[in-house]
């Protein structure tokens, strides 16, 4: 039995080198694979948390109408009721956060207004879409339209 | 073969069998924590968005949104807007520009009564429930969440860039200064607090909407009853779920 | 923004303007392919006694070892984040063709390759170990895993070992080479990668450029040596060239024949690919003279009766044609995959630069890297037995 061993030996031994490896890999596993993983599903569990952690630029429309119901009044009935404060007036939260801390600036509506309202052969036929430079006489949009209530009576 | 090499086979064949299920098992024991959010329960929703064609005004508002808030690189898009113009006879091939994503609108290149249909398309990552790029990631640095948003563990990708490859709609793309991927996330850290996405918020026409179809009071069920909705390249069978109304054919 | 644009035709998706796999990932395939295709023609001999390959088995080997050890090096180069690499290892996503590829891999080097060569060459190891002194002789001690034992039945042992490891060594080249091309093949989002001939197309290719590597070894390393050409060796080689090249023309030909046929929404945008920024790579590099000149030379070879010196020039002509052409189709897979657009109506351009992570320097490195390599391992592992008069090889 030995003597048919002693030829086989060698074998053992690269045997035993794989093995080794393997117990090496399980012992990598063991350690390397970060805590969580596989809780939901094949990926690290804190990456859930990593994602919904990420900082906020826009406050969201609610916090800004929990300070300014005057403007939310304002709004009422017009087409511009529904748009997001912040569609116009920017990223604002942290503002809303410390209103005194930032405070923002007023939006320029020669350079805003054009923006949605320039006619454009694309947009939905319906929309409300003039040529800024022939539609009131190169006045500015405030002149006869209000911002929160741009409709003119 | 005999007995000797037969047992050699036989026991390491026992002993890798046996090593790996004791892997496995330590696997299950290494993971498992409690769900540590607060208020939001990720299994009481299940994300979608309805983008309604008919009512883009292709203004850039929720591509300059989208930047601001979730610092997205120049020159990448994690959404973006396109406009088609599609002559009388061309619906297979249309001409599509998005100059800069939309970031600054549409300049007019285009005159009206030509006989052509010229109309707006936003497009986002489609936060597909049987996601090929969640397929195909080699490690699991991206993946399907339980609330139904296809997100990226930027902390785990290699940057290997094959769920870039594999996405349909374009919407992956590496983030140069970590050369990790990156794509729309549906503002995960607003959606779990209750706000809306960024790009929806600033949408004036209110052409994006988000909706939570576990949600029985939210809109998009009967936005998804009354329109004549579509998914891009439904042939795909991604499960995709930013359901498009009025979606022409042209559109790729 | 202006710059990113440059080179773009028509429409791309915004994200999709600039590649992502560049010529890194076109040299890895390419490399491995070498590795199968070697293996395989080791293999032949071994497993179905072409007793006429005999002279090259050895060398075969030690280039696919060579070939296989810098395969990851272009993947490691790509990565955004290299040392995380390991994370394939240990959290694979069983879906991912690419995590299960590195498995395939780590079976195919240590069960298969460096099982084979340490079994073909464990005498000579341990007569090494015996003759030598110093750190040559610890060196080739570790090698043997410090066993002295080299009895006839010893011997007899490792060669019915050996023969077994190469019999699931042959379908562990096709796994090894296969699932490369399934990992392109497999994407349904890119027509010109998605189709179930992937896998073959890629496997065929990457035998006929193995064989002509083992090919053109033996003649470099015969003339270096000022050794003669085993001609009967040399003859059934690129026959099997030519056999193997037949069989991946037809199957390439059968992809093209049946897009064209098809006439699915994709061949309009591909065909003008092929037509205009695929057309030197594709056209004439893979297919005419890559592929048709090499099978028209080896079928004369076949043909007409020729001498030992046109035979062996026509086979390094046909051999080095065929290499630039399978190169040429590994460039037309990955490159010509991301230059169309996935709204199938535009363009874009690679631009390959020279000296940076991605570019074309390091791609040339890593391609004599392997020879390097080779040299190291034949100087230790001689593929022939020593020859009485000593010479720069």
Redo the contacts between chains.
Sequence with gaps: MME????????????A???G???L??V???V??????????????G????????????A??HACEECHSDIVDQRKGSKHA???C??CH??LAEHAADPDKLKPTKPDAAKLCP??H???????KG?P?VDPKEHGEGKPCGSCHKPHHPEIA | MTTDRRDFLKSAGAFIVLTGAASLAWEKVLAGEPEKAPNYKMSDHWWAMTIDIEKCIGCGNCVRADKAENDVPEDFFRTWVERYHVPEGSEDHPEVDSPEGGFNGFPEKYRAGDGSKNFFVPKLCNQCSHSPCTQVCPVGATFESPDGAVLVDKSYCLGCRYCVQACPYGCRYIDPRKNVVDKCTLCYHRITKGLTTACCENCPTGARTLGDLKDPKDPIHAFLRTHKVQVLKPQMATGSKMYYNGLDGSVR | MESILYGVQGFMYPNEVELQWSILIVLYPFITGLVAGAFILASLERVFNVEAVRPTYRLALLTALSFMLVAPLPLQLHLGHPERSLEMYLTPHTTSAMAMFGFVYLWYLMAVLVLEIWLDYRKDIVLAARSTTGWTQKLYRAMALWSDNISERSLEIDDKVGRFITIIGIPSAFLLHGYVGFIFGSIKANPWWSTPLMPIVFLFSAIVSGIVLVMLMYMMVSWIRRTEIDMDCLDTIARYFMYAFIIDFSLEMLDLIHRIYEADESFKSLDFMVHTKLYTSQVILQIVLGTVVPILILGLVQLVKMSPAARKGLYVLSGVLAMIGIFAMRWNVVIGGQLFSKSLLGYTTYKMQFATREGLLPSILLLLLPFVILYVLVRLLPPWPAKPEADKA
Excluded at chain 1, 47 to 55: E, G, I
């Design positions: 048919r061993f002693k030829d086989r030996e060698h074998l053992f031994r690269m045997g080198l794989f093995l490896a393997l117990a890999f399980l990598l596993r063991a390397f694979v970060p805590k969580g993983f596989g809780t939901y599903g094949h990926y690290r569990e990456a859930l948390k990593d994602m919904a952690s990420r900082p906020l630029h826009y969201g429309r529904t748009i997001a912040e569609a920017g990223p923006v949605c320039t006619e454009n052969v694309a947009k939905p929309f879409q």
